[in-house]
Nanobody, 121 residues
Framework: QVQLVESGGGLVQTGGSLRLSCAAS????????MGWFRQAPGKEREFVGS????????YYADSVKGRFTISRDNAKNTVNLQMNSLKFEDTAVYYC??????????????WGQGTQVTVSS
């Protein structure tokens, strides 16, 4: 059974930082890109960023470029999202995802359950 389990969410003040982690299990993710989406209340789920299997390519939404950084450790089957200079509008449920497309375009094959990030103004 494939599982993506997120951790690291929480409450932070504007301008603060959080680090999300996602642990994958249940199969090998060789060749899979991994990344993050988010969904704010009343809004559609949106792409945040992704990283290719090799780690050589990263993709970010314009809204988070320069503030968020994705990294991965293939030996541990984990992907991380370092979020700095957080804004109120970053408040959302963050979902880990895995898929064949490096930019996670289309619908990723696997999803985590989500972790809440709340940025207080």
């Amino acid at each position: 059974q494939v599982q993506l389990v997120e951790s690291g969410g929480g409450l932070v003040q504007t301008g603060g930082s959080l680090r999300l982690s996602c642990a994958a299990s249940g199969r090998t993710f060789s060749g899979y890109a991994m990344g993050w989406f988010r969904q704010a209340p009343g809004k559609e789920r949106e792409f945040v960023g992704s990283i290719s299997w090799s780690g050589g390519n990263t993709y970010y939404a314009d809204s988070v470029k320069g503030r968020f950084t994705i990294s991965r450790d293939n030996a541990k089957n984990t992907v991380n999202l370092q979020m700095n200079s957080l804004k109120f509008e970053d408040t959302a449920v963050y979902y880990c995802a895995a898929g064949r497309s490096p930019s996670l375009s289309g619908s990723p094959d696997y999803w985590g359950q989500g972790t809440q990030v709340t940025v207080s103004s």
